[in-house]
């Protein structure tokens, strides 16, 4: 039985939406059920590595009706085959639950969504900024934050040659 | 004692010009490469430009033993911290030459984690422009410090606490100032 033919019988229907573009396959699943098919997949499919995590903001994006795409690229090692799950969350408090339970690799990925999307993965065992300052308050990849930053680049003591 | 006295291999000079050569012909670079720079720096360094031709080959990886900063490349918000920490920790006299155009001006990289330009918050000496800079160049920029070490150096460094002012240009941007005017208006409308 195919992953597509199992998670339709597993799943009620509508629920999922599979979409293929060349041997790329894609599910874009309600964030409800996002741990249940990830789950699903890794136990009974054997997609066993998270290959990305990644979201999308689709602000003011045309026809987009949800504010963050999370993006999981699964692949099995066995087939080599890859999957692509892609759910949606909206503002305000953005939360997904953590898959760190399921992958170890999610532990920076989730924390890399959180830094720059603002989004938050419940049940992650250590949730904080990997790549901005741990005093950074913005989340950069939004689309609303200014790409030359609020002044943080700025945001320095000055040393003069006297002085120094 | 006359000069008709002194042999003819000694030298009369000043001490503080004295100073300013043995320092200018014996720069310790601390390599403060973060990009494509640092290649080039590390051309510089080897054995087809060879620094040490100006006595500036001795790169020294802890800031202690070093009397001038070469910041080569971009240099990331987070960064910046730990460049003005290096800074702090090199002993007197110093020098800093800004290499390349991210670390003068942040280049092309005008973003929020990008630094726009070392000089706003280190001192810099010298700024050799390019992108990268060729080796030649780069020595061409040595060349013009160790004049400059030269012509003006003293030994307690006195010319250095003259220097009282921010090297820079005011962190502040057209950008941001569209940005606070828009802000501005926006508190205006509202109230």
Redesign the interface.
Known sequence: MSTEDSLKSKFPQGELVFSQFRDNHRIAVPAAHMFDVLAFLKNEHHFDMLAELTAVDYLEYEGARDRFGVVYVLVCTKSGERLVLKTHVNDPDPVLPSVYSLWKSADWLEREVYDMFGIKFSGHPDLRRIL??DEFTAF?LRKD??????????N????????? | MAMKDVPDNIFMTTIDAAASWARANSLWPMPFATACCGIELMATASSRFDLARFGAEVMRFSPRQCDLMIVAGRVAMKMLPVLQRIWLQMPEPKWCISMGACACTGGVFDTYAVVQGVDRFIPVDLYVPGCPPRPEQLMAGIIALQDKIKHGGTLNGTEFGKRTQPMGPAPFDLDELIRVREANEKLVALS
């Open positions: 901005t300052p950069p934050y200014p790409l030359k930053g609020r002044g943080e680049r700025h320095f003591p000055v040393l003069t040659r006297s002085e120094s």
